[in-house]
């Protein structure tokens, strides 16, 4: 088993609630300086412009903000995870959204009022002016991203035609960069402003780049990692090992996921992530993937020896949550594969597990999960049937209290497809189990 330091917090502070405080004291930091920025500036040309100039410089904060919500920081999405941060940068976006078109609305109505003009020709003369431009170019950028995140239109664009449109968002970045740069009363209202917007714009590009590009890059060229196996684990599920080098140094704890790409075996841009199906030991990683689409069915033909490039690894789905000495696993289909991996790390406490399959030929990785329940001397319910098959619906909370009646006692973990989880947490909710000892984490990428 891999050795893990699994202290359980009783009475302190959670990692999740002092990276959540951390975040809203840098947020509440901010908006008090930008506040205090517009209010030092002065009023503007005339009313409408000085209301305009406020929309501006809080679309500037919100854009900071978002950058720093995608940076995939190690520090930030280990004890958040990276869904709760892509929930909150989905509904910053729409905030930023609206925040910049009401700065655009204003200044056109600041600018026709003050002209004497009609706002149509207000629209067409600041089109002419370089500042300007730049932000109606970013504007209509966001527009477009917000229209096509919208969930109608979300669902039925495919995955990477979605991110590629969603990229556009880093052009709006830059254009929004220049247009504030461009313009006197922000960036050089004052020495203090000028040194504030540039450093918090160098903090945002630096943590963006030291994410998402600088990190994956460094780690994936100091790992050389490689396909060591490929093993059919069933008709429809493979494992894939992947080894590399000095990888007792990579960050890596069971009950996170990677985003896996497998050069020459597809596009670039498909990637996918998958969760640890063992818990890293320094040697090795593994993933076991269903075949629920082109890349993941095509895992079983990835060469062996073949180059692997690996992001993360992420996730805050790990026993670093732990609260209580005792521990309930909920899995539900492949979702069994963190949970596994969580088996297999050196750990105190009573463990269940609750497995929900259609039937027992449906359990991914079945017989490794039993051996591991049983090394660990706890108890494993294998949940088969369809839902409310005899009126028991089977992870519901009548259900849950009574396979687990200790259940307000123990660490919950839940991991499956997005019906169950949603319904396993409305039982965790009935039965009163407190929201700090509840975990559950969606592995994607939106």
């Not at 892509?86 to 600041?110: I, N, Q």
């Not at 690996?310 to 521990?327: K, N, Q, W």
């Amino acid at each position: 088993m891999a050795a893990v330091n699994n202290t359980v917090r009783v009475g302190t502070v959670l990692p999740v609630d002092a990276a959540r405080w951390a975040m809203r004291g840098f947020a509440i930091v901010n908006v008090v300086i930008v506040e205090t920025l517009f209010l030092s500036a002065g009023s503007g040309k005339n009313e409408v412009l000085t209301i305009a100039r406020f929309f501006g410089l809080h679309a500037a904060l919100l854009m900071l903000f978002q950058l720093l919500l995608v940076a995939r920081l190690p520090w930030l999405d280990r004890r958040i995870g990276m869904d709760r941060l892509t929930v909150w940068h989905r509904w910053v976006g729409f905030l930023l959204l609206w925040t910049v078109l009401t700065h655009a609305t204003l200044v056109v109505l600041g600018y026709a009022k003050l002209d004497g003009a009609s706002a149509g020709k207000t629209f067409a003369a600041l089109s002419g002016v370089p500042a300007s431009l730049l932000g109606m170019l970013a504007t209509a950028v966001i527009v477009v991203i917000a229209v096509i995140s919208t969930r109608p239109l979300r669902r039925r664009l495919r995955y990477e035609v979605w991110h590629g449109l969603h990229l556009l968002l880093y052009v709006a970045v830059g254009l929004s960069f220049v247009h504030q740069l461009q313009e006197t009363t922000t960036f050089t209202s004052s020495a203090f402003a000028t040194a504030y917007w540039w450093v918090l714009w160098l903090f945002a590009f630096g943590a963006l780049l030291t994410g998402r590009v600088a990190v994956p890059l460094w780690r994936n060229v100091h790992h050389r990692f490689r396909v060591a196996a490929v093993v059919p684990e069933s008709d429809n599920v493979v494992s894939v090992y992947v080894t590399g080098r000095h990888l007792d140094k990579l960050p890596a704890r069971a009950g996170q996921f990677c985003i896996w790409r497998f050069p020459g075996h597809n596009h670039w841009w498909l990637a996918n992530p998958f969760s640890l199906s063992a818990a890293p030991d320094g040697q090795g990683l593994r993933l076991t993937a269903k075949a629920a689409g082109s890349t993941s069915a095509g895992l079983r033909n990835v060469p062996v020896g073949s180059r692997a490039f690996v992001e993360g690894p992420y996730g805050a789905f790990t026993s670093l949550h732990r609260t209580r000495a005792g521990t309930l696993l909920i899995a539900g289909g492949v979702g069994i594969t963190p949970v596994r991996a969580m088996l297999e790390e050196e750990a105190t406490g009573d463990v269940v597990v609750l497995y929900r399959v259609r039937s027992e030929a449906d359990a991914v990785l079945l017989n490794e999960v039993r051996q591991l329940v049983e090394l660990r001397s706890g108890r494993l319910h294998l949940l088969t049937g369809r839902t409310g098959e005899d009126g028991v619906l089977p992870l519901g909370s009548g259900n849950l209290h009574r396979l687990v009646p200790d259940i307000t006692e123990r660490d919950v973990y839940v991991c499956g497809p997005p019906a169950m989880t949603r319904a396993v947490l409305a039982g965790l909710r009935d039965l009163r189990v407190p929201a700090r000892q509840v975990h559950a984490e969606k592995f994607g990428l939106a």
